[in-house]
């Protein structure tokens, strides 16, 4: 049976020109990791080291947290994976989320609930209103909290949540928490797309881990330092005796050499993160206002991806026009009508209006 590929990045099977599909830094990887990645390929005859040790202490070094509680992995995909496995059972998000975590859940056995996005009267189905999907974080952070009972062994929560761009405090996370904990539940907080934001040290989770040790907290490389094609990652967590039944699940030297270097040398790429987020704030404002004039509704939200509402076909109709999207009919509480871009460079973002413009019959 094929594997049923929803995400977005599928250039492969997708002739295109652009890809807007995918949301990772259009800075590029940083030019010292590209340098430290090939560096490493030199020594890709021995085996990588299998605790990462210098990756975990230069984690450690730019986050401020033991490197004990570090566990590094291929992407956070194998991570989730063996979340998944370590904690079997009931796990519960939010809708619309990250697909990856319901895909893990499910290969570890257990079962995905949702605390939906839909408007007040709970209609999910009405696609004429503009309101009809609610993303204000504590809307969002109540209805999740009413669904949290002693059923669930996981909750995940993404920060900025992808699609939506929801962001959520640390009071409204940590409320979350405190219930979780009541009920013997874990947390996983992914914090993959933070590092975007300017206010990154202000809502990240990781220096609660010490007090709380049903939180985890998961980073990736992917996005930040546009190493998806190398494959890093991170999941963080207080509870020693969970980090050795996840470790467990996981297969020796996951991580390779060249990714290992390439991730140290980036951690010390300041100047990267400033460019990374002027260059962020300068497109978001730069494609919002355009986005709106062709589009039925774009949503606002934080990080490097726009959530917007047009014609079922577009994603189709982009093809033709060489530049790929990501349809997300396949995120529970969205259908065909729901897409989302990554923010890219001005000159992609440019174009891509150019050529959005062109589908709709629009002079640009």
């Known amino acids: ?59 450690a070094k730019a986050q401020n947290i033991p490197a004990d509680r570090i566990i590094p992995g291929n992407g956070a995909a194998e991570l989730l994976y063996a979340l998944g496995q370590t904690i079997p059972g009931k796990a519960l998000a939010i809708a619309p989320t990250f697909t990856g975590y319901a895909e893990a859940v499910a290969a570890g056995g257990g079962e995905m609930c949702y605390a939906g996005c839909e408007d007040a ?66 947390v996983c907080v992914d914090e993959c797309f933070l590092p975007f934001l300017e206010e990154e040290a202000s809502y990240s989770m990781l220096p609660y881990l010490a007090k709380h040790p049903r939180l985890l907290v998961l980073r990736a490389f992917t996005k930040i330092y546009c190493m998806a094609g190398l494959r890093l990652g991170y999941l963080a967590c207080g509870d020693t005796e969970l980090q050795s039944r996840i470790r467990a699940k996981l297969q020796p030297w996951n991580t390779s050499i060249p990714a290992q270097l390439a991730g140290i040398a980036a951690l010390s790429d300041t100047e990267y993160l400033a460019k990374t987020r002027e260059n962020l704030q300068a497109e978001r404002a730069y494609l919002v206002p355009r986005l709106r004039e062709l589009v039925a509704e774009v949503y606002d939200g934080y990080g490097n991806f726009l959530l917007f509402r047009d014609e079922p076909d577009l994603k189709e109709r982009m093809l033709e026009v060489g530049v790929l999207i990501r349809a997300c009919g396949d995120f529970e509480g969205l259908d065909d009508i729901y897409f989302r871009i990554g923010i890219r460079s001005h000159s992609e973002n440019q174009e891509f209006i150019r050529r959005l413009a062109r589908v709709k019959n629009v002079v640009k």
């Open 121 to 186: 009267d709970g209609d999910v189905d009405d696609m004429s209103g503009q309101d009809r999907l609610q993303f204000d974080s504590e809307t969002v952070i109540q209805r999740l909290l009413a669904k949290l009972d002693d059923s669930i062994r996981l909750v995940f929560l993404c920060n900025p949540n992808n699609p939506t761009g929801t962001l959520f405090t640390r009071e409204q996370i940590l409320r979350v928490l405190a219930k979780a904990e009541a009920m013997q539940a874990y």
């Open 1 to 59: 049976m094929e594997y049923n590929y929803t995400h977005g990045g599928d250039v492969y099977r997708n002739p295109i020109e652009y890809d807007f599909s995918i949301n990772v830094n259009p800075l590029g990887m940083p030019l010292a990791s590209i340098q430290a990645a090939h560096e490493g390929i030199v020594l890709t005859g021995r085996y990588p080291d299998y605790r990462a040790e210098q990756l975990c202490r230069a984690i």
